[in-house]
């Protein structure tokens, strides 16, 4: 997997060990992809219509009872169920070509009753499809589906398909004979994986987009062993440069001025060994944090005006760290001619 991993030049493992409020660096990229883990990305990647056969590639890894050949998106935005709660939003809300609903949620981060917000939240889009005055009950089928970096309960990974994949429906419990096939719960168990261990070329689909979501972001080229035309889609639509201004501006704005900010003030800190100077420590942390973040949209293309409104700095900054980029790169070329 080494031949595939950006390299660790910040220390990053260290100190999401030791600082609580570092969540993780794969909440952000600092590299050639973004990070399918956060939710945001994950709704830019699926629930654009211009990767629509991603989405259906993805689903069909997912529901094994019926082959999924177009779909169509849907509002994803659903009413509380009281003048008193707020708005429901999925990640992914499509219908296919036969009248089946589909949601998708990705969920990075443990939440205490998970399992019963999810039964919440499938009975939404079934509440919503049965307005007043409906003339019969019969319901379309749903599928709620739930991408989790953590395991949903404490089964062995030998009740699951894969190790990765467990199924709810409505069920007697002595017979196991269905009461209904209109509701299924899925949850995609990602964090059950070994995310060090790269699949081999033989492995399941579940297993290497299990790999490419929980890595996307650490990744500095697609592995060889994920050559279906699925995972070379997925990366070429998870390219950061492949992203418009607007989205990459966005995109750096929400997480590279937050968590990485955090993480170079805490650099500093140890580095300079301020344990009783917190103020004066943070305040250097800030600056080299926003010198580093100027460093990395100038290796990506973007602009003068973007840099300052972004970062905060002065023109002459931004100058001065340009200079220094220029003549990093043209050392860098007069290495390799020798």
């Not at 794969?26 to 399918?36: P, T, V």
């Not at 169920?81 to 809300?93: G, N, P």
């Not at 990602?190 to 650490?218: F, H």
Request: hydrophobic share 35%; charged share 30%.
């Amino acid at each position: 997997m080494d031949g595939y991993l950006l390299d660790d030049t910040l220390g990053w493992r260290d100190l999401e060990l030791c600082e609580p409020r570092i969540t993780r660096l794969k909440d952000i990229s600092i590299g050639r992809y973004a990070n399918l883990l956060v939710d945001k990305v994950f709704k830019k990647i699926f629930g654009a219509r211009g990767n629509k056969d991603i989405l259906i590639s993805f689903l069909n890894m997912l529901i094994n009872d019926v082959e999924i050949t177009d779909l169509d998106y849907v509002d994803k935005e659903f009413p509380g169920l009281s003048r008193e709660a707020k708005t429901s939003v999925f990640d992914v809300y499509c219908t296919t070509s036969d009248g089946r609903h589909v949601t998708v949620e990705m969920q990075e981060h443990y939440q205490a009753d998970f399992a019963d917000r999810s039964v919440f939240y499938s009975a939404l889009p079934i509440a919503m499809s049965h307005p007043a005055g409906v003339s019969d009950w019969e319901l379309d089928r749903f599928y709620y589906i739930a991408i989790t970096d953590f395991a949903l309960r404490d089964e062995p990974k030998e009740c699951l398909e894969k190790g990765l994949v467990s199924r709810y429906s409505l069920r007697n419990d002595l017979t196991g004979r269905k009461l209904t096939s209109a509701v299924q719960l899925i949850f995609y168990e990602i964090g059950r994986q070994d995310s060090s261990r790269v699949p081999t070329a033989d492995s399941s689909l579940l297993e290497k987009m299990a790999y490419a979501l929980g890595n996307m972001s650490l990744l500095r080229e697609r592995p060889m062993e994920l050559q279906e035309d699925v995972f070379r889609r997925l990366f070429e639509a998870c390219e950061i440069a492949a992203m418009d201004s607007e989205t990459t501006r966005q995109y750096i704005i929400n997480a590279m001025t937050t968590e990485l900010d955090i993480r170079c003030q805490m650099k500093a800190q140890y580095e300079f060994g301020l344990k009783d100077g917190e103020k004066r420590g943070e305040k250097r942390g800030e600056k080299r944090g926003r010198i580093y973040i100027a460093e990395k949209m100038l290796s990506m293309g973007m602009t003068m005006e973007m840099i300052r409104e972004i970062t905060g700095l002065k023109d002459d900054e931004i100058n001065q760290i340009l200079k220094s980029h220029h003549a990093s790169l043209t050392s860098s070329r007069s290495t390799d001619k020798t």
